[in-house]
């Protein structure tokens, strides 16, 4: 026990720790009003509890401090507590300065009046918590943006190509005449609008201005061929994504990439126009695992509808079926996917509108001759598997694909043709491919993104991305007794940005005895400037 003087009062405590906590809390508590009693010269009045109270509503990192004061306060109970006295302070600032003023008032508290207090605070985090929670649950919800009105962009898609026949083959060049002579082309030339709206609502249209005829649609003259036509609706009731138009039939990872995105100048032999789909008008779902680890899409489309012609007039339609599983065993999270193994599987099945089907190939290249076709074969429908392997090591990224067709012909029933391709890529400035979980047709590759864009100007420069990269192709049709086909395809890319780079292609393609001009190979030099906007 301790006995004061004057106007001080008697303090019990039983407890030395709750002797300290209580005099720091209070100690606090008395700096919010003692300073501006005694710089305005003035006699203090007696503390208002309350007045206390409401400050430490306004002051949340105060309350904070003092709750954790008051924890070894509550852990006494209040059987050990009594009323504690704030002492006057001995010298104000007042006198410091050489003036005269009435001491200020001490203030009391009572073991009643810190319970109010810590029942105060709690209420305060428990309304804060449930403010917080409140507000993450509107976040996370579904809103109603349904007045939202179409966004729209525009943009485009411009790649010059130049093919230089280093050396054919004897054996096709005069058979061939000018396919096998140099030629400069406009391999794309495009226009598109893309816009998203009402929430949920995404649509792409994109077609492309042909400088040439399509005669394999049986077109003549200069047409404009609709690529991307679609409408989707985002995130439906177990559907996920839905798309209706013309769009890539979901099968095979190199197909469903876009050729901005690819990283040779054409796709790999068993790819486009082989053993995988192009775009066709259809439907499809897109839908994901919560992790976006693991992602399946199907659809259902009509059998090659003409881009030139835009349209179909017959009784026999024809379809195709297409499903395609991925899953990433590993993605590293934290950078963003440098480092990750894809996977994934698909299966087509085609049912032939006009009951033929046809496999054949040019050296890589869009205009040429084509140095292996299977012919005209009479076939009822077509079921294709593959399965996909991908791997993002840093700079270093490797990818394959294999293929397995069954042809159901109508004489001799069904026939097995196969091929794959394997390609790396190996970015001398230290990027690396771009991989996306949720791409526009799903798992896919997206933009490369240079660590410092191209760029000379006075005293100052940029390199861009330098990418190295090597594929070997292979195409079997030795069932149809049509040979086999290899191809070796090494070369660079230099990305001036994420939107503008240029292509260099050596192209050697290799085909057996039984292929349309026999045992060839022949050397191409391919040069591109890709651009979109």
Known sequence: MTQSRGKRRTVMVHASAYRTAMLSAVLVLATFVAPGALLAQEPMRPIDAQAIFDRLEAQDAEIARLRAQLTGIEELGPAAIKPVTLPAPAVSIADVAGEATVQPQPASFTIEQFEDMVHRVESLEQAGKKKVDSEKKADDGWKDVSSEKWTIKLGGHVQGDYINWVR?????????????????????????????????????????????????????????????????????????????????????????????????????????????????????????????????????????????????????????????VTWLPYYDEPSNGRYLVHTGAGILFTDEQDDQAQFRARPQIHEGPRLIDSGVLPAASTTTGNVELATVLGPLSVQTEWFLCSVNLDDGGPTTLYGGYIYASYFLTGENRIYEREGQHGAQFGRSVPYTNFFCVPGCHGCGAWEAKARMSYLNLDEVDAGRYHDLTVGFNWYWTERIRVMFDWIHPMTSEETTFGKTDSDLLATRLDFNF
Do not use: C, H
């Open 168 to 324: 054919a083959d004897p054996a096709i060049e005069p058979a061939s005449g000018p396919d096998t002579q140099d030629y400069f082309e406009f391999r794309r030339l495009r226009l598109l609008a893309d816009g998203i709206g009402y929430g949920v609502y995404d649509f792409r249209f994109q077609f492309d201005i042909e400088p040439e005829a399509e005669a394999d649609d049986g077109v003549n003259t200069p047409v404009t061929v609709v690529k991307d036509a679609y409408l989707t609706i985002q995130e439906t009731e177990y559907l996920g994504r839905v798309r209706f138009g013309n769009f890539f039939v979901p099968f095979s990872l190199e197909q469903v990439t876009n050729d901005t995105n690819n990283i040779f100048m054409e796709r790999s032999i068993p790819t486009q126009g082989i053993f995988a789909a192009n775009r066709e008008v259809g439907v499809a779902s897109y839908n994901w695992s919560d992790d976006k680890n693991v992602s399946w899409t199907y659809g259902v489309f009509f059998d090659s509808i003409s881009e030139s012609l835009k349209e179909r007039i017959d009784d026999n339609q024809g379809y195709r079926v297409s499903g395609r």
